[in-house]
């Protein structure tokens, strides 16, 4: 259903860093990355998509984060969850809800939420119960 997400960043540089020490965590690869476009993409090691690219707004204009928005990417592991976030507060990101269950959702939903660097809302979440992979 989704070809790619596209997130607007100020620092590309640190963009990179912050994404890269994410998307390891998680076992996705990068796929590109252009400094001088800037731009840069992950997915998973065994499919061409769906993309996540980070770059320089298309209109040339400063990144913002929309209200509302939020990219939520699948963990394998409660642990990558875990490890992922610890990751992103690591690399200049701020906690917008550490890792839990969330019941709300569903009885086996354990997510965390945070911001980018540039305010960008991310989720990592995993579906399973303990142990099932």
Known sequence: MISHIFLGVSDFNRALSFYGSVMDELGLALKFSDPEKPWAAWSSPSAPRPLLLIGAPYDGRAASPGNGNMVALLAPTRAAVDRAHAAALANGGACDGPPGLRL??????????????????LCICCHDKPGEI
């Open 104 to 121: 709300n959702y569903h009885p086996d939903y354990y997510g965390a939420y945070f911001r980018d660097p540039d305010g960008n809302k």
